[in-house]
């Protein structure tokens, strides 16, 4: 099991490139699905969850060649797929229930595993399901397994969710892309990797659009024609440096990524004190001792992102009073805390809510990562603390960041992997 070493008490200086979203190209990646046609997307992430998902495309016959140096990959589905995704591969990336949506809608069957539980939360279907039900699906799941199928095309319908959910409302934006007639969403998630995935099957010959903030409207159609795509850039990934500079109190420009996609991080970490200047593709941070308190709590786009919420916990470490992080999304996200506290953090939490004391000098030691945002945060207060902290099970970091110690090393950090 590969280890990171990180020697900290570094400043972070110079610019870091941010890669392709992750949490855009699977949800694209799934609906590549739905076409018989040559689909290129580029500037897709070389990270672990993004191999699961093509991994899986290839179980069922999808036909892909995956360049990892042009971070692109070629995917042609001329022939009838199987419309089957197994346990192994659907419980490391809970993504892989995206495949539901465009199997039924292409082929009118799926057997896809329930993507069970992770460390952040029990994940659940039941929006995804209720909703597929309303284009005419009928399912049932036996023994971790979600058999669906509908007797007919799929069916467009105006559907509301009950709750506002990224997994859910990509599902349905992928099925009803191919289903007869139109179909209303409301009560959508907008996240821009949402905007993200219309934006590709629109390209490929979709016919979405957004007709109210969280409303769209989609027409479906039978054909789809080929296309390239290039993924939109990562904002967590954005969202992860920027802290890393503040809490390091260095000096980073990030290229790559229009502000304003990360308005409300930016607006955040320059209220609790950081000075930050945005150009084009360019956004500038400077750190400084002066960390300020805040009470925030994360919410769904535009919001503060919860995966982000355990980055910014530790910054607030280093501020002179206390903070309050209330985690309104998944029911069990402060995993990083008790990691956080043997390195000295004074965090208590209650509920969904978390008491960061601060004044934290953060002291090295040996860790355990958990889930992979919890994963970075770990990496961001090693970054800070004097000596050499390890952290263990970093295959969960491995899943979202591209190359992560050798982004940190070629900005100061001085970062390596133990295998
Ligand atoms: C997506 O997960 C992201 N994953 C998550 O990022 C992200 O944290 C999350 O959205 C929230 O922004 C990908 O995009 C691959 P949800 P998803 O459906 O779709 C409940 C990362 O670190 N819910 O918006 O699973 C659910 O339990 C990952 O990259 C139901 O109750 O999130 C949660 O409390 C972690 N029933 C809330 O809704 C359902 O059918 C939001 O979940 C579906 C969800």
Redesign the pocket.
Known sequence: MDKLEVFGARKLKGSVRISGS??AA??ILAASILSNQKIILKNLPNVK?IETMIKLLESIGSVIKYSKKKNSVIIKNKNKLKTFASYNLVKT???GI?VLGPMLARYGNAKVST?GGCS??????????KSLAKLGVNYKIVDGYVYAHSKKKLKGAKIRFP????????NLIIASSMAAGTTVLSNC?I?P?IKDLVNFINCIGGKIKWIGKRTLRIHGVNYFKENEYSIMPDR?EAGTYLIAAAVTEGDLKILGINPNIIKTEIDILKKIGLKIKTEKEIIKILGNKNIKNINLKTS??PGF???LQAQLMVLLCKSKKISIISEE???NRFMHVAELNRMGAKIKTKGNKAFIEGNTNFRAAELMAT???ASVSLILAALTAKGKTTINRIYHLDR?YEQIEKKLRKIGANIRRVS
């Open positions: 992750k949490n699977l949800p969850d990336m809970r993504a995206l993507p952040i939360g029990v994940r659940p279907i039941d929006i995804h399901l709750k506002i959910s990224v997994g859910a409302t990509e998630a996240e990797e967590i769904p786009y992102p919860t995966d999304i998944f029911e889930d992979l945002r979202g």
